[in-house]
């Protein structure tokens, strides 16, 4: 057994049964491990930011270690992307990184880069470079611990050379030496009972509660849904936790910020008591106002705590442990003259969300594709979208069923994840389907690559639909809107604009099932056949790109911005006028 072989094992012993990652010469003696070692599958990605993706999606979807390998030097570059990624949404994820021979390294040699360096922000927690095979093992075992300790990235770097040296599994015992072990153990972490009675004083104190949950509060669902209903409160959801609660309860308010509903904007704005679990939402001007409402919070992190808005009472523990310990101090709530403003607002927000994705267009409303997909999806569908509009109209039209997952990119927001999320959700759930709804931009930069993953792997999968939906409006739509609402510019064509490619037929090309749709009485035909089709699928459909992702709160500056890249000359004027004057008519704008 030699070193690349002890590594793999030890990956084993932790439970890892999948690597995403690229081949290159730096990681040959692993590449060569693991070939002969098949229990410890191999998914080749196209490109090594694909495979960090799909590592961090692995990561969010199962509850597990997910990871990721590239070769020295430019591989290890590409990983940084995604693994930043899963970073920022708190995921546990292990790069593991080639690196020129040891004989080599200060000699200023080819793709010789200053790995440490390099990954010393992204795998701040523990990123180490292999020097002798005695330190494989604590190395490995640390990488693992550290990163589901700390909700993190952790890096493990290995030169050529070393990778081909006979094993040590056991150091010798001698001054100097190691011997670790592996396993995490997975316990409960309770507040305080002192800080829960405090916590119990101001929820049963308050009259209009609000709830905001992130995807820190995955698993707590029948929890927080009695808390809900015993305190009479609305739920909001930051957009990682989209898939928490399902979209059908009646107090489920929807997303929150500039991507949110009208109700959670009032919910936040009226409510007098404020309640956050497992959640880092950072937009605190979505919020209530410092001082106009009382506050609690419980997260696992204590870094986390008070971070976006000044708490009254900072509860550190586990979501589900601890309102569970919370649930019985806290009182029925007689007056339910505030839980049934907000279920009102929610069933008046979903009719006009209805009627809005109605609209005509030109050709296509992209609401009405995600309003029409979201009853079609079969029970316990993975759902992940990308940045952009993409996430704008899978926060506002999908609506979630219990038992569904859904993610996205939520801290750094990147482009690209759609796809490869949709691809590990693939391999981690095999019997459910998968759909990425993804912007035409995001498609352009990598995910048409990762097609070809899905068509290299979709005959292992025990059910082969995932449904990739292209929101094809030939536009970089949401840096268009950001220019004429956020810096008050009209639309830089020449940045914009990108070309119209069928990206149906590209499917076609590369062996799986493609439909473009250009007419809007085309949709539920296309969904239906592509839904139950027998092999992965593009539906690429043709959208207007003036179709505002006007927030359902704007302010006056906001407005002040946008009205001032009109006047500019914005080259698509007449059509985002026709378009806002269409939405505001059906409410939700304020």
Not at 78 to 104: C, E, F, M, S, W
Not at 431 to 448: E, K, N, P, Y
Not at 520 to 542: H, K, Q, R, T
Not at 556 to 581: C, V
Request: one cysteine or more; glycine letters at 8%.
């Amino acid at each position: 057994m030699n070193v690349s072989d002890f590594l793999i094992d030890r990956l084993k012993t932790w439970g890892i049964n999948r690597i995403f990652g690229y081949p290159g010469d730096g990681i040959n003696g692993l590449l060569g491990a693991l070939n002969r070692d098949r229990d410890l599958a191999f998914i080749q990605a196209r490109h090594e930011e694909m495979s960090a993706f799909m590592a961090c999606a692995h990561a969010k979807f199962t509850q597990t270690v997910g990871v990721c390998l590239a070769t020295s030097g430019p591989g290890a570059i590409h990983l940084l992307n995604g693994l930043y990624d899963a970073k920022l949404d708190h995921q546990p994820v292990v790069a593991i990184i080639g690196q020129q021979r040891r004989t080599a390294l200060g000699s200023n040699y080819q793709q010789e880069v200053d790995l440490m360096s390099l990954f010393k922000d992204v795998a701040g927690d523990y990123v180490q470079l292999l020097t002798h095979p005695a330190q494989v093992r604590q190395v490995v075992d640390r990488a693992i611990r550290i990163a589901v300790a700390k909700r993190t990235v952790t890096a493990v770097i290995i030169p050529s050379d070393l990778q081909e040296e006979p094993a040590i599994k056991e150091p010798p015992r001698e001054h100097g030496y190691m011997a670790t072990g592996t396993g995490f153990p997975h316990s409960r972490l309770i507040p305080q009972q002192a800080a829960l009675t405090k916590a119990a004083e101001v929820l049963n104190a308050g009259e209009r509660v609000a709830i905001l949950v992130g995807a820190g509060a995955m698993g707590a669902a029948a929890e927080i849904g009695s808390l809900a209903e015993k305190l009479g409160a609305g739920v909001a959801k930051a957009l990682l936790g989209k898939s928490v609660l399902p979209d059908d309860l009646p107090y489920v308010t929807g997303s929150i910020g500039m991507l949110g509903t009208k109700p959670s904007w009032e919910l936040m704005d009226n409510c007098d008591t404020l309640l956050m679990i497992g959640s880092g939402f950072p937009y605190a001007e979505y919020l209530p106002e410092p001082g106009k409402a009382r506050g609690v919070q419980i997260d696992v992190d204590g870094s986390m705590l008070s971070l976006r808005y000044p708490m009254e009472v900072n509860l550190l523990g586990d979501s589900l442990a601890t309102v569970k310990e919370l649930l019985p101090l806290l009182h029925y709530k007689e007056d339910r003259s505030w839980f049934e403003q907000v279920t009102a607002q929610v069933a008046v927000w979903w009719e006009t969300v209805e009627k809005r994705s109605e609209q005509a267009a030109d050709p296509i409303n992209p609401q009405l594709v995600i309003q029409k997909l979201s009853p079609k999806l079969p029970d316990y569908a993975v759902i992940t979208a990308d940045s952009g509009t993409a996430a704008f109209w899978y926060a506002r039209n999908l609506r979630i069923r219990s038992g569904m997952l859904a993610s996205l990119s939520g801290n750094l927001a990147t482009m690209c994840p759609a796809v490869p999320y949709a691809i590990a959700a693939k391999f981690a759930y095999p019997d459910r389907m998968a759909v990425a709804i993804s912007g035409d931009g995001a498609m352009q930069m990598l995910g048409m690559n990762e097609l070809i993953t899905i068509a290299k792997y979709w005959k292992s999968w025990e059910d082969p639909r995932l449904l990739v939906i292209v929101l094809n409006n030939r536009d970089l739509n949401m840096v268009t809107w950001e220019q004429r609402m956020l810096s008050g510019e009209p639309k830089f064509e020449a940045s914009q604009d990108i070309p119209d490619l069928n990206y149906a037929a590209f499917a076609q090309l590369v062996g799986l099932k493609g439909i473009r749709v250009e007419k809007p009485e085309e949709i539920d035909g296309a969904l239906d056949e592509l839904i139950n089709a027998d092999a992965p699928a593009v539906l690429d459909v043709v959208v207007d790109p003036n179709v505002p992702i006007i927030p359902s709160h704007v302010d006056f500056k906001t407005w002040q911005r946008f009205t001032k890249a009109l006047m500019k000359g914005d080259p698509e004027q007449s059509g985002i006028i026709r378009q806002i004057i269409k939405e505001a008519m059906q409410g939700g704008i304020s």
